[in-house]
Every structure is written in structure tokens, then in C-alpha cells.
């Protein structure tokens, strides 16, 4: 698998977890399944699995509106969407321009919307919706806005996407109501990865973060709630261990870059149902993901 896949930058972004998961569909049987994501974000791991033809359809779903509306655009409205990125203006006007459309939410409508949020995810620093334009509003900095804008690049990705559309279902749910109202329906050759916002600073990295309670809670409903085997990535704060105590689990190594580079310990739970992979898979992933970032 390539190195990206997915047009968006996200925070803690997993995409370097797709061989893992993979792995872990292939041990388990899964393989030529359903694939779910009910936080998809950049939708990193969704969208390396449905290019390589690992999986028979993606769901994803995510409680932003923005997010939602970039994926519905780029399947519903690719064209013009990609003309929009062939004919965006690199300047800070603009920038103001799409930030002010983020603004309006989804009173916006779904393709404006969908754009600022694109633009803004590629150049702001690090992706994060807060993080500030990159080269700063002066534009004196090292790296200038247009860095991680690179048109013809990221059109083909989006047409990739977009050729595969109907393998693509997307949804705008609340995760809980989303495992609670979708997952009963879905086939039983599924596998559910759940990578929920970081318990600690998710507020400066997400649109939408939870509080320790929302945390909580929703550690009672995937382990509750969900039927067919599931699969959670979480930061490794101790709140977090202690809510999933009695899962099969194991620790892992990422470096990231949310505006500067720093490691961060992170956990894998598992569904009882689930076999893990070997730890010769687990101790490589680990070593490219240290490695390399994500």
C-alpha cells in the first residue's frame, strides 16, 4: 500500500494502521467483508482497504457535519469539486473566505461546506481546524499555504475515491446512535474499527471531542451494544485502560505531528470474539509506525 490515500490530513491520523488492520481482517476471516468506521475523520484506513479491494463496501460515518459533507461531495459532486480545488485561489483572502464558510455550518450548504473544510484541512498547520495557517497570515514563514496543496495530486486521490462510489456509504450519525440504529443491520462479515477523539487534548486536535464522561459511556456501548467484531484505538491514558479492563488489548508506539513531532503511547482493545495477529505483525507495525509517523 502507498503512503496516502485519503485527501485529508488529520489529527493522529491512522492511515499507517491499514496493514494492521488488514491483518487483523485476514486472521479473523474477514477479508471480501464490510468495513466500518463510525468515527471516520480522514478515513485513513477505510479508503487504503477499499483501493487495494480488501474489503466489499466502507461505511463511514461521523458526528461533524463539515467531515460529512466533504464525503458526500466528493462522491455526489467530484467534478466540480476537483475543478474547485484545480482553481483555488492560494491566497489569505480566500483563506478568510473558507474559514467564514466553516462558520456557517450547514447553513452553508453541503458543497461549500465540504470545500472549506477540504481547504482548511490542507492548509492549516497540521491539519487542525484551530491549528492557524501554515507560514502564518503574513505569509513569512518556512513552508507557505499552498504546502500540502497539491492539486493534481490530491484530485486523483479524490477520483480513486469517487470511482468507487458505490462501495461508499456515508452517514452523519452521533457514533453511540450510529452503533446503536446501523451496526444491527450490518453483515456479520464486518469488521467495526472505532478510533474514538483522544482522551487527552482532543480539544485542540477535533471539531467534536468528548468530556471524560462521554469517554465513559461510550466504553459501555462498544462493549455492550456491538455484535459482529470490533476493533478500538484510543490514546493510552489510564481513564481509558480502566473503561476497557477486561479486553484482550496491547500497547503501541506513534509519532505524530500535530504541529510538532512527539510520540505517544497508544492502546488496541479487541472484542472477545477477535483473534489478534501474530506479535511478529504486531512488533512490525509498531516499528512503522515509530518510525515513520502517522
Known amino acids: 500500500m502507498s503512503r496516502y490515500k485519503t485527501p485529508l490530513r488529520y489529527p493522529g491520523g491512522k492511515q499507517r494502521l491499514a496493514p494492521f488492520i488488514r491483518e487483523v481482517m485476514e486472521t479473523n476471516g474477514l477479508l471480501g467483508g464490510d468495513y466500518i468506521e463510525p468515527y471516520a475523520g480522514g478515513a485513513g484506513v477505510a479508503i487504503e482497504l477499499l483501493l487495494a479491494g480488501d474489503v466489499a463496501r466502507v461505511h463511514l460515518n461521523d458526528a461533524s457535519v463539515a467531515l460529512y459533507a466533504f464525503w458526500r461531495s466528493i462522491l455526489d459532486e467530484t467534478e466540480e469539486f476537483c475543478r474547485r480545488i484545480a482553481?483555488?485561489?492560494m491566497t489569505v483572502d480566500e483563506w478568510r473566505k473558507q474559514k467564514a464558510i466553516m462558520a456557517e455550518g450547514e447553513a452553508a450548504g453541503t458543497l461549500d461546506l465540504g470545500f472549506s473544510l477540504f481547504f482548511l484541512n490542507r492548509c492549516n498547520r497540521s491539519g487542525i481546524p484551530s491549528g492557524g495557517l501554515i507560514g502564518g497570515q503574513d505569509q513569512t514563514g518556512r513552508w507557505k499555504m499552498d504546502a500540502r496543496f497539491t492539486r493534481r495530486n490530491?484530485?486523483?486521490r479524490i477520483e480513486a475515491i469517487a470511482y468507487r462510489r458505490e462501495l461508499v456509504r456515508v452517514t452523519n450519525l452521533d457514533a453511540e446512535d450510529f452503533i446503536r440504529r446501523e451496526l444491527p443491520g450490518m453483515p456479520r462479515k464486518?469488521?467495526?474499527y472505532l478510533d474514538p477523539p483522544y482522551f487527552k487534548k482532543a480539544e485542540r486536535l477535533y471539531l467534536n471531542h468528548y468530556t471524560p464522561e462521554d469517554h465513559a459511556r461510550i466504553a459501555r456501548?462498544?462493549?455492550?451494544?456491538?455484535r459482529i467484531p470490533?476493533?478500538?484505538s484510543y490514546d493510552g491514558a489510564p481513564e481509558v485502560l480502566a473503561h476497557f479492563a477486561t479486553r484482550q488489548f496491547f500497547m503501541y508506539d506513534l509519532q505524530y505531528h500535530a504541529g510538532k513531532a512527539y510520540k505517544g503511547r497508544e492502546a488496541f482493545f479487541f472484542a472477545d470474539s477477535v483473534?489478534?495477529?501474530?506479535?511478529s505483525v504486531i512488533q512490525a507495525i509498531n516499528e512503522v509506525l515509530l518510525g515513520q509517523g502517522a
Request: aromatic share 4%.
Open 221 to 226: 456501548v462498544i462493549q455492550r451494544d456491538i
Open 190 to 192: 464486518s469488521l467495526v
Open 154 to 156: 490530491l484530485i486523483a
Open 87 to 89: 482553481c483555488a485561489s
Open 230 to 232: 470490533w476493533v478500538v
Open 275 to 279: 483473534r489478534i495477529p501474530n506479535g
